[in-house]
């Protein structure tokens, strides 16, 4: 929907879905190892999350090796997932990133997330900055309503 009046214009958008909220890392982002990390992560879903599809590259690699990793529940709405990759290559950075699956389907891929092998520069996240606020609400038939408000300031 659109506003607008004498101090300016503003939008926003509604998006009802039922896929599981993005998922949050748990770690640290270096390895006591030299050769493999442990990646431990959780999601919030009404519906119960099946698996996470987990992707995962060194520094300067083009391809995204893919696992599939089933879920645990942790609590209520709350699903978690683990896996240590192995066969990594020491003193190297990498990415990972990973996406929920629930009965409505797999949600969005995470930003990656930046973890390294023992003995690699130690590896900074980058800051996180998002513009836009998010909300839930339970709907009919349980389903989450992913609010996405687009906030502008209309004033000068």
């Not at 896929?19 to 770690?27: E, N, Q, R, Y």
């Not at 942790?74 to 896996?83: A, C, H, N, P, V």
């Not at 390294?116 to 520069?121: D, L, M, N, S």
Request: glycine letters at 6%; one cysteine or more; a neutral charge.
């Amino acid at each position: 929907c659109t506003a607008e009046n004498q101090i300016g214009k503003n939008s926003a958008s509604v998006k009802v879905s039922g896929l599981a909220h993005k998922v949050i890392f748990k770690d640290s982002t270096v390895s006591p190892w030299t050769d493999k990390f442990f990646l431990e992560w959780s999601a919030i879903s009404r519906s119960p999350v099946e698996s996470f599809s987990v992707e995962y590259r060194g520094e300067n690699e083009v391809r995204w090796t893919r696992v599939e990793v089933k879920s645990a529940p942790k609590g209520d709405e709350e699903w978690e997932g683990s896996i240590t990759l192995e066969g990594l290559t020491p003193k190297t950075r990498y990415e990972a990133k990973v996406s929920a699956r629930n009965q409505y389907g797999y949600n969005d891929y995470t930003e990656p997330f930046l973890f390294a092998t023992k003995g690699a520069e130690p590896v900074q996240q980058p800051s996180v900055y998002n513009s836009a606020v998010q909300c839930t609400a339970t709907i009919p038939m349980y389903i989450n309503a992913v609010i996405t408000c687009c906030i502008a300031l209309l004033y000068r």
